[in-house]
């Protein structure tokens, strides 16, 4: 893995790696490289079910269960965080995702209201809640920076992408309303990074999410984004190249964003009409 120690010195908190397909294990692998030193969180389930522990060793890092939800949970983490760190956190990544009513296979027109709210609070609220803990803790250092990431249909309707939408959209809104108070207070930086559709197991259980992949593939100038570019990009973000970027929502995504159609998927349907 190619190093260039952005990261050396600093030390992260990291949420969300599950296994080797997450954005976040990706993230802190790089991060690691980087010359950072790092603490692992993701809920206790998560701890039990999937290879956490494994990164964990591999990088040397602390690893805490936190259930975002749980506000208890989550002021026990920063207190472990900050003894094991032995100071302030330079960087956070928040890389939580989930909604009942995409696993129970609920259609946007049904949805169960319980499951939304669910939604919202891992998905969404969560990150406000870890950035209000640290606030109270003054858990970040000067010049902090937090990343949390986001997917298009935010913006844009994505049909299968369900209350996910609704949660990314008030993510979005949250880095810009907490990125303002954190900024004034102490020169913390709080950015979304909007990634392409990237096979791991939040993205997989969206209905559809081979099409998804192979659309955007197609219509984007320089197709998808790979977890490791993402993690790459996440890297930049928290070094001091990017001192002065808060509140924004960055797309990563090879263009996607910018397209309306391309050349090649104009090729698939004109062949798919004529024939
Ligand atoms: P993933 O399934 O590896 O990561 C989701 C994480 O959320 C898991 O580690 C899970 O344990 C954690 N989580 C769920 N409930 C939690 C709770 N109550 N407390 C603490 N942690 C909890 O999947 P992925 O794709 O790496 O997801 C990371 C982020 O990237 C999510 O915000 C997702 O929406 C976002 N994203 C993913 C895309 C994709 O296509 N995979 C595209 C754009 C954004």
Redesign the pocket.
């Known amino acids: 893995m190619a190093s260039h120690s952005l990261l050396e010195g600093k030390k992260g908190l990291i949420?969300?790696?599950?296994?080797e397909?997450?954005?976040?294990w990706k993230v802190a692998e790089q991060c690691h490289a980087e010359g950072a030193t790092l603490v692992l969180t993701?809920?206790p389930v998560?701890l039990r079910m999937?290879k956490i522990q494994q990164l964990g060793k591999q990088l040397n890092a602390l690893v805490v269960p936190?259930?975002?939800?749980r506000p208890e949970d989550i002021e026990a983490l920063f207190q472990q965080t900050l003894e094991h760190l032995g100071g302030p956190i330079d960087f956070m990544l928040h890389?939580?995702?989930?909604s009942p009513n995409v696993r129970k296979k609920r259609p946007y027109y049904h949805l169960n209201y319980d499951w939304l709210y669910k939604t919202l609070d891992?998905?969404a609220v969560?990150l406000h809640r870890v950035l209000q803990q640290a606030w109270h803790m003054d858990a970040l250092a000067e010049g902090a920076s937090v990343v949390a990431?986001?997917?298009i249909a935010a913006q844009r309707t994505f049909p299968s992408y369900n209350d996910?939408a609704e949660a990314?959209a008030l993510l979005e809104s949250i880095v810009r309303s907490f990125g303002y108070h954190y900024g004034k207070r102490k020169g913390v930086r709080v950015n979304a990074v909007?990634?392409?559709?990237?096979?791991?197991?939040?993205?997989t259980g969206v209905p559809g999410f081979d099409s998804f992949l192979a659309f955007a593939e197609k219509n984007s100038p320089l197709g998808n984004a790979s977890?490791e570019e993402c993690a790459r990009f996440c890297v930049m973000l928290f070094s001091d190249y990017a001192a002065k970027v808060t509140m924004q929502t960055l797309f990563h995504d090879g263009g996607f964003s910018m397209v309306g159609i391309s050349e090649d998927i104009m090729q698939l349907f004109s062949e798919a009409y004529n024939h």
């Open positions: 949420f969300g790696a599950l296994d397909s997450s954005i976040a993701n809920a998560a999937g936190a259930d975002v939800t890389s939580i995702g989930m891992i998905s969560s990431l986001s997917y996910m990314k909007s990634q392409s559709p990237t096979p791991t197991t939040a993205g977890a």
